[in-house]
Each structure stands twice: as C-alpha cells, then as structure tokens.
C-alpha cells in the first residue's frame, strides 16, 4: 500500500510560478516512476510530466520549457515546479506512482488555479 499526498497548490496571477510536492508513504519499490497529472472541469486526466527512479522525464507538449519535473528518493518525494503558468493550466493536479511490482497509487489531488 502506498498513500501519496500533494502539496503547494494555490491561487496565482498569469505568469507566475508554483512548486507542488508529493510525498510517498507506505511500502515504496523501485524502480518507480513518479509524476503528475492534472485534470480540468469538463476534460479528462492528462499527463503533465513523469520521471523514473534512473531520472528519465516525459512531459507534456503543453508544458515543455515551463515545467520541471524532479524527485528526491532520500525522502520518497517528487516536484513540480511550474513557470509562466497560464490559465489554461488550471486544474486538479495529482501526484501518480507506478511500479511493475504494485498497483498504481494516486493521490487526493491538490488545486491549482491561474487568473489573466
């Protein structure tokens, strides 16, 4: 069982900047990979951006450049720190863990909302 719980959600401005946090509790196995997904009013959930326990990220085309994925492992959590937000990036974000040796955990998800 792992429990995962998200932080660092909030209001802000068009262009502004937000880091969210995750941290991981429970029987953790690696390798994993651990990321974030986000899910707005009226859509479906989409990825955002992922990274493996070797480091390797895959984002979204929507936020290459502007988002940076990144995990400590010493304290089993992951970020993502999220640049030039636009209001387009509002939603519900989750944090997500994958591992072959477990099923898939999600966490409660934690609100980000932009205004322009």
């Known amino acids: 069982q792992v429990q995962l719980v998200e932080s660092g959600g909030g209001l802000v401005q068009a262009g502004g900047s937000l880091r969210l946090s995750c941290v991981a509790f429970g029987s953790i196995f690696r390798p994993n990979v651990m990321g974030w997904y986000r899910q707005a009013p009226g859509k479906q959930r989409e990825l955002v951006a992922r990274i493996s326990s070797t480091f390797r990220t895959n984002y979204a085309d929507s936020v290459k450049g502007r988002f940076t994925v990144t995990r400590d492992d010493a304290k089993n959590m992951v970020y993502l720190q999220m640049n030039s937000l636009q209001p387009e990036d509002t939603a519900l974000y989750y944090c997500?863990?994958?591992?072959?040796?477990?099923?898939?955990?999600w966490g409660q998800g934690t609100q980000v909302t932009v205004s322009s």
């Open positions: 997500n863990y994958e591992s072959s040796y477990s099923p898939d955990y």
